[in-house]
């Protein structure tokens, strides 16, 4: 079994997690990719066979299975790591919410024999490309969302101007203080507290949803993952913001943003308990009712 961990956020829950994968019997003939940032929290190294990591380039496909353990925002920041790799990210949650982790501390023994005898399932998520001349592709740069992309006012309280098409045909231009695309997987966060719909995962939509728009007229669109979609910001300002999941840029207004579905996909493991609906009553409480 080749297993690589990544951690944001070293307190006593992710070391706890960290260290009861070394617990068990199977560890001593594993491989484990470990981030290098917690590499100095692994109680007992002796006769493991640990590789430290920084980069997506220190990792392979030989990796069965990357576990994040934290928040929501360290699993996001897997994407960056895992590429294009197609290596399933399992979550493990020492947070607060943790919608997209399967697994909670709590239950960490259990969890932990079911990933090294490779009990779990996997299911493919849609990820969002973001092209645009001020943000470029590298290294540093990884233009991906699994949750969402908006674009947001800055440095200003008047809303701004978003000029928005559609497979070239111009759709509307939103009178707001953003505008976010989000995937299904990301249809409940940002979307969702703005008013937008929760998407079952494998629907193959986008969501556009404005942020305070100032049209009563304006409501949230559920469109094609196909859809090829353009942006344009304007507003007193000479910038703007733009955000891919949890990275931010500043963008000069009038910039060209296009923005389309990914050519490969990301992968989320799960155990067969866990399924998408139970997560949306256990921890959005959705649908919770007295009668019920």
Do not use: Q
Request: net charge negative.
């Amino acid at each position: 079994m080749v297993i690589a961990l990544f951690s944001r956020e070293i307190n006593d829950s992710t070391k706890n997690v960290i260290n009861s994968f070394f617990l068990s019997n199977h560890a001593k003939h594993s491989k484990f990719f470990i981030e290098k940032n917690i590499l100095d929290v692994i109680e007992n190294s002796e006769n493991l066979n640990l590789v430290p990591f920084e980069t997506s380039n220190d990792l392979d496909s030989s990796i069965d299975i990357m576990v994040s353990i934290g928040g929501d925002g360290t699993f996001l920041r897997c994407i960056e790591f895992i590429r294009e790799l197609d290596i399933p990210v399992m979550g493990i949650n020492t947070g607060n919410l943790g919608f997209l982790a399967t697994s909670k501390k709590e239950d960490i023994n259990d969890s932990i024999s079911k990933i090294f005898h490779k009990d779990f399932n996997v299911e493919n998520r849609t990820l969002i490309k973001v092209n645009s001349n001020e943000i470029g592709i590298n290294d540093s740069v990884f233009p991906y969302a699994l949750n969402e992309v908006s674009v947001v006012r800055k440095d200003t309280t008047s809303m701004i101007n978003i000029k928005t098409s559609l497979d070239g045909n111009h759709l509307n231009t939103y009178w707001a203080d953003g505008l976010i695309v989000s995937t299904p997987t990301g249809s409940t966060g940002y979307s969702l507290s703005c008013g937008g719909p929760v998407i079952s995962p494998t629907s193959g939509s986008f969501v556009l949803t404005p942020i305070s728009p100032h049209n009563l007229n304006v409501r949230p669109l559920v469109i094609s993952e196909t859809t090829k979609i353009e942006l344009s910001v304007s507003g007193r300002e000479k910038n703007h913001l733009l955000s891919i999941d949890s990275k931010i840029f500043t963008i000069e207004n009038n910039t060209i943003i296009k923005i389309e579905k990914a050519e490969f996909n990301f992968k989320i493991a799960h155990f067969s308990n866990n399924s998408f609906y139970e997560s949306l009553k256990e921890k959005l409480l959705w649908g919770k009712d007295k009668r019920n």
